[in-house]
């Protein structure tokens, strides 16, 4: 049995990324934002599902369109690995930001986190 070269790989793991990336957001930001606004009672939430989801996005993005040769860092040259963890540094600064956007926006709507 025979293994997919490396750029297939990373575009089925970009494309799995960005996906549940999306249903993260959705289901963890969209959701309870909308039943926030509604002013529904019995609301949940996740802080990691409020982060994982744009992290997953932005990866997923990064594997889509630089298709890494190789997924392993280790395993990568000196110039993809600093692509890697600059892109790994954005998909952070990323989740970090959305979580305080959320965190904003539900005090704007009358909750406490």
């Known amino acids: ?4 070269p490396s ?4 575009i089925l793991y970009g494309l799995l990324s960005l996906a549940g990336g999306i249903g993260f957001i ?3 930001i969209w959701r309870p934002l909308e039943a926030m606004a509604q002013k ?3 609301l949940s939430y996740s802080y990691k599902g409020v982060g994982i989801g744009p992290f997953l996005v ?3 993005l990064y594997l889509l369109i630089i298709r ?5 860092p280790a395993e990568m040259t000196q110039g993809q690995r600093v692509i890697y963890w600059v ?3 954005l998909s952070l600064v990323s989740a970090i ?3 305080l956007w959320f965190k904003h926006r539900v005090g704007e709507l009358g909750y406490s986190i």
């Open 1 to 4: 049995m025979s293994t997919p």
């Open 7 to 10: 750029g297939n790989r990373s």
């Open 26 to 28: 959705y289901y963890f």
């Open 40 to 42: 529904q009672d019995n």
């Open 58 to 60: 932005v990866f997923g």
């Open 68 to 72: 890494p040769a190789a997924l392993k």
């Open 87 to 89: 892109m790994i540094g």
């Open 97 to 99: 930001g959305t979580f």
